[in-house]
């Protein structure tokens, strides 16, 4: 059964700290890999992966795929009140049009 | 602008009764997708439709159905026999593997609350 699991599911963090998301996947037919921030209502897209060790990088969220070892990181520096959400990881499949979504970490940045 | 809609943003419904949730798309997306997000839990994918007439069940879709007759729409009826139905539903859409990125956009999401 494919699966993808995030870590950790919750995380709280002062201003400033830098934090790092873990998201592992187990699928068949691997296609890519890719992270949402949800705030309030529908998840917005920051990244997809689909190249092993290539990151990826939007101000101070990066992101990395490591295909051999089946895992994905992002990591948010300097973080800000306005980072507080869930950050989603989800997986694609080749040929079936799915996506396996993870449960999310909560992340909570206190001022 | 192009985005996608679901309407309405909140929905109350009593026992017994079947509701449809819209969803529609202006991104010429083939591809489509109905989760439902439970508090504390990630998007379980309930239906999805690659192309017009033509769409599978994913991983919870007992007590939904859906139709795709057009590109631009795919409504979700949430019917009685769902047991459970209280929860925050989001409707995505992706341009299709075959034709390029796997990106996909969400809608607003509708939050359904059974009385």
New interface residues.
Partial sequence: EDKVVQSPLSLVVHEGDTVTLNCSYEVTNFRSLLWYKQEKKAPTFLFMLTSSGIEKKSGRLSSILDKKELFSILNITATQTGDSAVYLCAVSTSGTYKYIFGTGTRLKVLA | DGGITQSPKYLFRKEGQNVTLSCEQNLNHD?M?W?RQDP??????IY?S?IVNDFQK?DIAEGYSVSREKKESFPLTVTSAQKNPTAFY?CAS?I??LRG?????????TRLTVL
């Fill in positions: 591809a997708y989760y504390g839990q990630g998007l379980r994918l999805y690659q994913g989001l992706s299709g593997q990125t796997d990106t996909q956009y969400f809608g607003p999401g």
